[in-house]
């Protein structure tokens, strides 16, 4: 089978305006389709950029960071409004997005002007993002694993991540219910009932992305970047890939949840296998060698395998290229990868937006990419 980049359009911001946001007090940029190659010393003010763009996906940014702490700040005292605006090319059509928060508010978003949800926003400029902080993903912390592999999950649909949101709060409200002690039994049998539906709707949803991403490791031609093997160890995402139906599924886990009841509330956590606890599992195919045994070159080339063909999956699934939101991602690569991660960017035709310290990072692009020096407060088209 011949690989075939995907022929869609991209997702592309033509112009973004920030209003006291971080370090930017005003900032206007005109932008066209290339990938755009950020660069200038630590602390200048470039990753704010990508996490200004990352506001109009849902969660709280590639910096974690709630709409409270972005404002910015002068004399000690964060501005009352901060926003930020962009003119984004979409499906052959220009539209206008806002997102922003008054002091003290949640973020409001805005489509055409008039209110939105941000799950609309995010169906127009589909992203990913990588920071330095996944470098060695697979060597940290499981829950890291199941975060960034969520997040790729959701950038398909983001609709998904509501189902994550609401068993997250279920799962708080019944550990809630069993350290107050005694709980009504009827309460909590319907409060899990609908947590395992919410979970295994999030199972479901990773199986299908895992399969989709597999493939297309597994049909890409060989090059800079190592194969991976992927899998999920997880007992809902088990129950469903032995062929088990949904409802069946969602009574055993329901089940599970009642069984463990006094083991959840001893531990004051929820000990009983769910979707909360599965293991996103990676192994380097050439090596045969699991991930976080790998080097951390080996582990961030590994990472941008599973970026790269999740944002060629997106592409077909959607129709639409997208943004792709990367953090000094040329840290721990050799020059044969960056020149790799620069060709594998172009054949996808993202928008991708790079950070690094220095303009020889992003050589390999040329002409094919949009070059900014970046000074505290300050753009400049290089």
Partial sequence: ??????????????????????SYGSL???LDQRPLALYGSNGSGKTNLLEAISFFA????????GADQVARKEAGQPAAVWGVYAELESRGDIFRLGVGAREGARRECRLEGQPATINELARMMPMIWLTP????LFAGPRADRLKFFDRLVYAADPALGEAANAYDKLRTRRQKLLDDGRPDDSWLKALEMEMAGHGVAMAAARLDALIRLQAEIDVRPEGVFPKANLSLDGAV???LADGMKIGEVEDRFAEALRNGRSRDAAAGRTLTAGPHRTELLAAHREKDQPAGDCSTGEQKALIL???????RVLSRQAGLVPLLLFDEA???????RREGLSREILATGSQAWLTGVERVLFEPFADQAQYFEIAPGLVSAA
Avoid: F, I
Wanted: contains cysteine; neutral net charge; charged residues 25%.
């Fill in 1 to 22: 089978m011949t690989y075939q980049p995907p022929q869609v359009p991209p997702a592309a911001v033509r112009r973004l305006r920030l209003t006291d946001y971080r």
């Fill in 28 to 30: 206007d940029l005109e």
């Fill in 58 to 65: 849902p969660g709280k940014g590639l910096r974690s960071a």
């Fill in 133 to 136: 902080a996944q470098d060695r």
């Fill in 237 to 239: 995402e088990s129950d």
């Fill in 305 to 311: 395998t599973l970026t790269l063909a999740q944002a």
């Fill in 330 to 336: 040329c840290a721990h690569l050799d020059a044969a």
